[in-house]
């Protein structure tokens, strides 16, 4: 508290920062590898969390857990092979991310930049591919273009779909190229 009290330039603590500044005996215990399953951990860390079924799902392909994590492993490698219809479904009303980078240009920058983020917060909630959506959101934040700037505000759709989406699970030197 003394740290915190001399960051303000002050010898002690105000009354109203002290009960922050105190430490607490309920701290906050990580589960042991004993309290969180095989399938658990993998689906959690290769999505956006786990939904209501992806445990079941998950374990209905193998009956031995580590080959049915392998084989969720391997078909979240290979998305394309994977049936996404639902998610499909739902994107189908953003139709301007599928334009070309000249027809872009005829949409209105706030339009493009509320369909790319709709779209993604869709596919992280109902893609069946959710390692490539992961992924997606990775790439997108290290290959960062701000699409306030220029035309960016338009561009951005395409860089989208056809550079950080086209090589999210690809290589990165082709994608490197690609940017």
């Known amino acids: 508290s003394l740290a915190a009290a001399s960051a303000l330039a002050c010898d002690e603590a105000p009354p109203q920062l002290a009960s ?10 990580p589960p042991t590898t004993d309290d969180v399953d095989l399938v658990s951990h993998v689906v959690g860390r290769l999505s956006f969390g786990p939904g209501p079924r992806d445990h079941a799902r998950v374990r209905s392909l193998d009956a031995d857990v580590d080959r049915a994590v392998e084989r969720y492993v391997d078909a979240q490698l290979a998305p394309e ?7 499909d479904a739902r994107l189908r009303r953003y139709g301007e991310l599928e334009e070309s980078a000249g027809e872009l240009y005829e949409y209105k920058e706030q339009v493009l930049l509320a369909s790319l983020t709709s779209a993604a917060i869709l596919r992280a909630r109902y893609s069946e ?9 990775f790439w997108t934040d290290h290959f960062n273009i701000d699409s306030g700037k220029g035309d960016c505000r338009w561009l951005k759709v395409a860089d989208d ?19």
């Open 20 to 29: 922050l500044l105190t430490p607490t005996t309920d701290l906050v215990v």
């Open 161 to 179: 779909r056809d550079v950080i989406r086209a090589h999210a699970l690809g290589s990165f030197p082709g994608m490197l190229r690609a940017s």
């Open 129 to 137: 591919r959710q390692l490539h959506a992961v992924m997606v959101d």
């Open 81 to 87: 092979a994977v049936d996404d219809t639902p998610a």
